[in-house]
């Protein structure tokens, strides 16, 4: 895997994937994109989020929505790196079981999510969930 990251200007960056896909970032108080930080979070929620999809798929759980709420903290004094962060996963649908969100959640988290995986020997990951009922209309 490659990538190449070039400077715009101020603190504004633009990521080049190996496959063709350009990400803006902001480095600085422009807040032009998100910064760097923002990014991994954003990561880390997309890696597990795609192996929950995933998983409830192949379980034939009736959603219709699957979204990942992160809340991270930092570290008060440079390098600032995350020291905990919470993936808090919502599945919308019509019974979607709990139980099959929560070995979702699980399996994504001790097997799958390499992003996770990776900071999880520096950071305290942590991960809750709730299944909400579609609304009839």
Request: contains cysteine; charged residues 20%.
């Amino acid at each position: 895997m490659q990538a190449n990251v070039k400077w715009v200007e101020g603190n504004t960056f633009i990521g080049r994937s190996n496959s063709n896909h350009n990400v803006v970032f902001d480095g600085g108080s422009d807040s032009a994109a998100p910064s760097p930080m923002e990014m991994v979070l954003m990561s880390i929620g997309c890696c597990s989020s795609v192996d929950v999809v995933s998983i409830l798929k192949k379980a034939k759980q009736d959603f219709s929505n699957v979204e990942v709420q992160l809340t991270a903290e930092r570290a008060e004094t440079a390098p600032r790196v995350f020291t905990k962060v919470n993936l808090h996963f919502v599945a919308t649908g019509n019974n979607v079981s709990e139980k099959h969100l929560a070995r979702a959640v699980s399996l994504s988290a001790e097997k799958y999510c390499s992003v996770a995986l990776m900071l999880d020997k520096t950071v305290k990951i942590t991960h809750s969930h709730e299944v909400v009922q579609d609304q009839v209309k």
